[in-house]
């Protein structure tokens, strides 16, 4: 990469090419993953993956081609590839699509911090990470049947060069942490996870603790629920943990005022400007790391070379904005709010969510149970579902009884479900406090994307699918 210059190599190549709009990606992903368990090394690897995608409007249709040769020639015959793709594609529109709006467009260098510490740090540093983690974790206890750790970064570089004037670089290492510990007896089986992905630097993955530490609190918490009940189920007052939130968010409510899916029909159609949550909630999606640094989404540009901001979805429960690429934000008559992503080169940018949140209110948690005379307080976002009508129902881990305000042990998770805006219309306390909680793993959408949400803890209602009541 040393002696590429990849503005240059794309300025180039877009002489001359004839189309309404033309955008050229260069994108240089390398990534290095450790998994360690029971003692033994299950993976150590590292790749690189690098190309151009080219995105073109002509014939009143979008067109995408991609190459892997980083050479004028290469990109020019991608150029092409892309045009007869859109105006193949164009053959099937019944309405055309006109030339993006003009709109504030990146110019320059972004670099996140703590790329090249991460880049410095030996493969062996990370093997020696994670096989002392996963041993102490399995020290733990001798009802820790087996535990693993794995550790994987993202670096990514990326240039964008488009025939309206985007001409950016942006520099990016996303590291992320997982260990889980599994606790058996007499037949019984739970699992711990602790769980850290940022963007930034190797001091910023391990702000809530050491890989040691992580380990100890998820070898505790598969012990401790060998024992616990499952809570009643049927409709409750519960407090939902950041992670929850940012699940809740995410899941149920981000996708749902992504603008393709408003187009396709989503719950969100039509209802700007209306109520759709209390006036406790106020929901946001930011391409910088609000209120604590190191959020999981974190990105300056997004592909299209639009800056990224912070676009405010819901307003003190009033729906105020969808999120959009270039082109929804021109179907509604509104600017790009910087939310267009590709995984990889040969991936067209979708819109995708970046860090999704509720703002904090007011109070502590503490605060909170105290003023909660029955009810769940509920922690631990496992996988779930949710559909375009915002009806969902989440995994949680752990469960602790609320009565008089005061908690109780702690318990077996549940399911939770509901539909998200009358969750969100139920919601009448919001704490002070604020983390992020969901910046490992990846957000899928035909393709990933790296993503963070969470929040405060706040108090609502839903349904908790344990026993019947």
Known sequence: ?????????????????????????????????????????????????????????AHGSYGFASTDRPDRDAIRRAIDAATLAAKASARQRREKVAAPPLTQLAQGVYEADGARELRERPMEALLRLCLDAEAKTRAQSGIIQSATCGYSEIHEEKAIVSSDGARVITRVARPELRVFAI??????????VETSGVTGGW????????????????????????????????????????????????????????????????????????????????????????????????????????????????????????????????????????NARAWEYDNEPLIRMRNTYIRPGQGTLEELIASTPDGWLLD?????????????????????RIRNGKLGARMKGVNISGTAFEVLQSVDAVTSDFRWDLGSGHCGKGQPAKVDAGGPWLRCKVVLGGKEG
């Not at 606790?183 to 711990?192: M, T, V």
């Open 203 to 338: 001091q910023c993955l391990f702000t809530r603790g050491t890989a040691e530490s992580m380990g100890e609190r998820a070898a505790q918490k598969a012990i401790e629920l060998l024992d616990a009940e499952r809570p009643n189920g049927g409709r409750s007052v519960v407090i939902l943990s950041p992670a929850l939130v940012g699940m809740l968010v995410h899941e149920a409510v981000g996708h749902t005022v992504e603008a393709d899916f408003v187009l396709a029909g989503s719950v969100a159609r039509g209802r700007i400007g209306t109520r759709v949550a209390s006036d406790f909630v106020t929901l946001e999606d930011s391409g910088r790391s609000e209120f604590l640094p190191g959020a999981g989404g974190q990105v300056d540009v997004d592909d299209e070379g639009v800056p990224t901001q912070r676009t405010t979805i819901i307003e003190n429960g009033i729906l105020k904005s969808y999120l959009h690429d270039r082109e929804t934000a021109a179907h509604f008559g509104v600017a790009p709010t910087g």
């Open 1 to 57: 990469m040393a002696h590429l210059d990849p503005l240059s190599l794309l300025d180039d190549a877009l002489r001359g090419a004839q189309a309404d709009h033309v955008l050229l990606r260069w994108h240089h992903k390398t990534t290095r993953s450790v998994a360690v368990e029971k003692g033994r090394v299950d993976n150590a690897a590292s790749n690189t993956y690098s190309g151009i995608g080219v995105r073109v409007l």
């Open 380 to 400: 631990g976002a496992s996988n779930g579902q949710a559909d375009a009508n915002g009806e969902f129902m989440f995994g949680t881990h752990e469960a602790r």
């Open 183 to 192: 606790a058996a007896k007499n037949g019984e089986i739970q699992r711990g």
